[in-house]
């Protein structure tokens, strides 16, 4: 069923003057008993009232009082702006709701705004669209019907992202005081803008004490650019407010969005017993201070450097019974990294650290998890400014009963970007020797042992009693399970045992809606023979995502581009006798668009010159696509990849693959904002032949001073390049400007007639690798580039 | 009696030692006795312990426990550092005092630490002296020996200030939590440093609940540069800390030192019911957001244009409930002054203004009483870097339920510096049309009547119950004199009628100790006839301050320099026959020392041109020093006036009196160290002659951007200024760089063989005035001055 929207305007402003009314009302009455008290209370009629459309909405909505619930006919809701306002009351809230959980959904160009107080949405599915204002949901109608004491709960938003990943949008948007987002299921934002934000401009949104508690924060991907947080509390220019929000309770799956999983920017907030499940980013104190990091998980699993843990900037943190889990990312993502400031930093950017306590924390099996003075750049004076230099080292700042244990021995525990004469350690304990530069007498080796209690979680054998008693420290009474520390049961670490229970460092069922089933079960991916160019165009459109099409031997001579939308593999039946795709289309082979992951297998691919093998569309690429070529062979193109401003390749890979005669390789340079953002986050060529390739074999840009994102990853090994970059107008054979994380060893380059075949960024420690070059060029290594300044 | 110190080092380090080991036993008996509860409490043999030199002193507070006494002997205390530590309780503070109020002197080099719990000094008098270390008070003994609960009470310090104006210090130095101050007299401070400063640096001193109430602050004179703030609280660096102090209740009586009287730099902060007493300067909200400046009176008594109100930077203060009585002071020291700030403005210059509410005040004969945008520099781009524009307008202010009165019509009570888009006006009211160039709806001109109640003290003749409501108004429960607002009766402005009683703006006797007068009666005045040079000399050294020395008439040969150290008036009996005054001194004929006052009447004085007429001490000048020249000639010296670098003049004044034959005129030109320091601030030159002086009349230096001061004031009128600045190397015949206040007019410049005869400087208002000028080159005006940036 589908249910039509009916324009109209909504009533909220006769609510405002119903509101002002009742407010003289109250007035008058008090005035005129003064002796006599008297409280109108609504009589509670508790209505149940089922609308199926807008226009039924939003007369329900009008004439809601408190008790009432306004039940959302099943099925789909399209385009629909739902203005939720009235006055419920604590114990009787005006509830909205689907009508069967799982069975309501809200698609198109739709949103929901709160306004005023006691107002409860739950049971809704947002998926299929997009909101056509700035937000999502918000706790906020317009700035005189602001939402308190309302709550969004027991929903779920999917992919309700912006076509084009550049608009900038929020899909929760808190206003007002004590409003509740919990046991809600929010994943996949690839566009512009924090999943969540909070705002505190205006007395209005301070003291808000909103709760953000037992949410599943499903996978975000990877953007390719700065505003991808999944939370925001605040921003720089309100980063003095006092906000006191409690992020509880919250499940981080794979929140790969940018470096910031969580960007704290205001005071007061509380992040407790949270976890964050291979994120790759970090719980950033960014501005904003006073701030309560306790009792949260971060599992790395080892399974990528940019997964962290706690990133500290300013003053007076509590970080406090963390438990830190195979965490190896380095710098900005390391499990706690302490950064430097800039000396009286500008409102934006990075003030001094002071007055942090980093108390009973436990990093079990991770690599260097303390990092201090991080950010230091004192060595880039050259190319930044003084107010960009981040000089001013950590003050005041005490790492005390903190427990560090390695299976295999972690020799350099203590990272220094800086000279450390601002911290202070006390108490901390080690399983292994520190050889670190800096060997503080607080860190103890001594040879402890450790229980498995289940899956990554350890404890200690037996409690250490060796606990140093701070300033304050009376004040962390609980361990990261909740139980009591004590002056007779207290341990160094995260956890004092005994443990109650079998604990588990991840819980999934914890965290979300009660009705939704985050795990959806796939479909068995299904082969489809194909031995025709008809048939091959028509199975990829019908073909499910996961789907694998074989091609029997021969030459399949296309006259369209395919388009890619799904994942999809083509591969030969038989590998020695590889299928021949020629095409003739007019702008490219395949077309990229959205969600395509194409993966390549045994195919020969050949044009006609005048067209590109891949391309993605020229916009709303609202989601990312991968590449992934294998064994296959590539000739008489344009381009290779030739790919749009606003579109982002996760993986774009090669590997055993032969491309030869074409104008130029793999294009993934229209991304020129300076912004930070870039078009493929993994360029990876392995194995593989470049020959005669008119241009560059590669041109991959990133500009922009900023620090948001992993930026870009090129790994070139054991490729032979030959006979290129000849029609190259300067002269070099591989374009990564700005790109961060660059190694190119291994291969044979030969007969190359430029002058450079790339442009190192030493900075980024990026060096040449082992290759052979001959008849070249040669690598050229700067050391600071000199980017364009966001701020 | 005077009681000789006998240096000993302090026992702290010891009783840190017993601190431990009590608190190692406490565990101990806790580990042991987990089901029975033991509570060590100390004997309470509450001693009372009479001291009579420091050893004795020492020893005492070694053995002091709570409840006991320790009485130090009437008498002079010289050069003592007292150590006070110990742990009192809350019923059973440890007390140290005077044995009589009023008879125990602290005096030399001297001060007093606290570190500790529940202490307590009162009945001390500091003066004659000035502490060795960087404070007089001071709650810290060092960072390990901290108090809390500590208080000092009923204390006098007084002129307890360094030799050197140039060294800093305070006199009290807040660390720790829950301190006090109160029922205090502090005075006469005139070297660099806050008079009063709280600490936030560290865990330890903040959310502080410092209390500073009931005190008297007296006169803090003119200092002549920056730093010379009467209270402090926080500092820039630590702006971003929860402070918490509590100033209530305290007179500041011409706390003059700088445009700051109260400078807060931290959060959270309560000003209430204070009265600032023709203090020249403001209570200035510097740096830290959310702080309270509640029921204060502001006094002008329109006495000058120095004297201000409250200047407002930064987010979320609510100013309510304040009265300000005839200031009329502009731009930074108007009664309300709303700042634009620096967008994104680095840690230590000027925030935005935003969500501040001005509440429920009254304005009383005020001049141009609401200011906005105070500090817009946008026209000083060319001679400021970008980070030092003020261009950020306030934002979410609001204005509401004030009142303003005047007797004679203001017609412009609102001043704005730069477009006004971010001021709310709610229901302020106003007597006379508002002609200002921003005339909002929300001040509305009534002809409303006034009552007096007191003097000064205006209240409405009827309340006026048109109230805005605005967003947490309800919060707002009291007037100025702490009667209820109720939804039944409330007003517009500071006061809700009824008053209580017959309440006084200043009551002075409710401020300071119970035993100190702070008006001592002055010795009447001798008159002293002096006929010759001898006795001059003997007289001038023998004569108390406000003496008058009365001159026969002849000349007087003085081959050594007369000293200055007091208020003291040289005149000639007969004006028509003047004594004359010829100085063979070496250096200079007088010596401007501390507090020295000069008033030479109907006198000439003659050098032979080897000395000066006046300078000051080469170092150690602590206090300020006047000159005021009546109806006298000077000639034959080199300089009319030299002065040291640490120098200050508060009053240099010339009338009609003739200045010839100098090689020199005036030079208050040795601070030189571009902070913002100058050498006096009033230059008055009225109808009076200068003739045949060889270079400048006057060269009046001050250097470096800042505005924390008056800024020197130079006013020259009716004056004749002929044949001079003929050797002059730079052509100029009046020296100013820096100088704020300049007004030259009325005088006659004729046949001085200058090219400049002054530059003014025009961003400051300056302008040449109508002046004769006759072969004497011209007035230059430069629009903005490049000055030294100091931050």
Known sequence: MEINAVKSKSNFKNFKKVKNSIRILSLVILLFTSNLMVFATPVNSAKDIKVKNIVELNKAVKNSTAGDQIILANGIWKDVQIRFYGTGTKENPIVLRGETPGKVFIEGASDLKFGGNYLTVRDLHFRNGYTPSSSVVSFKIDNNTIANNCKFTQCVIEEFTQPDRDVSDHWIEFWGRHNELSD?????????????R???????????????????????????????????VGDSETSMAPSHTNVYNNLFDQCNGEVEVISNKSNFNEYRNNVFLESEGSLVIRHGNYNVVDGNIFIGNDKSNQIGGIRVVNTGHWITNNYFYKIRGEAFRSAISIMNGIPKSSLNRYNQVTDVVVAHNSFIDCESPWQLSVGSNVSQSAVLPKSEIRSARPERVLFANNLIYNELPDTHPIVNYDKVDGVTFKNNFINNVNNSEVKPAGLITTNFGVTKVSDGLFTLKENNREVYH??????????????????????????????????????????????????????????????????????????????????????????????????????????????????????????????????????????????????????????????????????????????????????????????????????????????????????????????????????????????????????????????????????????????????????????????????????????????????????????????????
């Not at 809600?184 to 969540?196: A, C, E, M, R």
């Not at 007395?203 to 953000?212: A, D, K, P, T, W």
Request: charged share 20%; hydrophobic share 35%.
């Open 470 to 791: 701070g300033f304050d420290f009376e004040n962390i009474t609980k361990d990261l399970f909740g139980n009591g520390r004590t002056e007779t049961n207290n341990s160094i670490g995260a956890i004092v045992n005994p443990i109650k229970g079998n604990p588990l460092l991840v819980d999934r069922s914890k965290y979300g809606t009660n009705w939704y089933e985050v795990n959806q079960p796939k479909a068995p991916a299904n082969k489809i023979a194909v031995s025709t160019a008809a048939e091959l165009v028509r199975q990829l459109a019908k073909a499910n995502s996961g789907d694998v099409i074989l091609l029997k031997s021969g030459t399949y001579h296309l006259k369209s581009s395919l388009p890619v939308n799904k994942q999809i593999t083509i591969a030969s039946i038989n590998s020695k006798n590889k299928a021949k795709l020629v095409f003739s289309s007019e702008k490219t082979a395949f077309e990229m668009q959205p969600k395509g992951h194409l993966i390549l297998k045994n195919i020969v691919l050949t044009g006609n010159k005048a067209q590109n093998a891949f391309t993605t569309l020229d916009q709303l690429m609202s989601k990312a696509y991968d590449i992934s070529i294998e064994n296959s062979e590539i000739s008489n193109f344009k381009s290779v990849l030739e790919v749009s401003k606003g579109s982002f390749a996760d993986n774009i890979s090669l590997l055993n693959s032969k491309i030869s005669n074409c104008e130029n390789g793999f294009m993934l340079n229209k991304e020129k904002n300076d912004g930070g953002d870039y078009n493929a986050e993994f360029v990876t060529f392995t194995n593989s032949k470049f020959d005669h390739i008119g241009g560059v074999i590669l041109d991959y840009y990133r500009g922009g001073y900023d620090e948001s994102t992993i930026g870009g990853n090129i790994k070139m090994e054991g490729n032979t390049i030959i006979n290129s970059g000849k029609a190259q107008p300067e002269n070099i054979l591989i374009k990564n400007r700005g790109i961060v994380n660059v190694s190119i060893t291994n291969n044979v380059f030969k007969n190359n007639p430029v002058k450079t075949i790339a442009v190192l960024w030493g900075e980024k420690g990026q060096t040449p690798g082992k290759n052979t070059i001959e008849d070249s060029g040669e690598f050229k290594v700067v050391q600071n580039l000199e980017m364009k300044l966001m701020y």
């Open 184 to 196: 809600s299921y929010i994943t996949g934002k690839s566009n512009f803008g924090p999943t969540l």
């Open 198 to 232: 909070v705002f505190l401009d205006g007395n209005e949104n301070i003291y808000n004490y909103h709760q953000i508690v037992n949410n599943y924060f499903g996978p975000r991907p990877r953007k390719g650019g700065p505003h991808g947080e999944t939370i925001q």
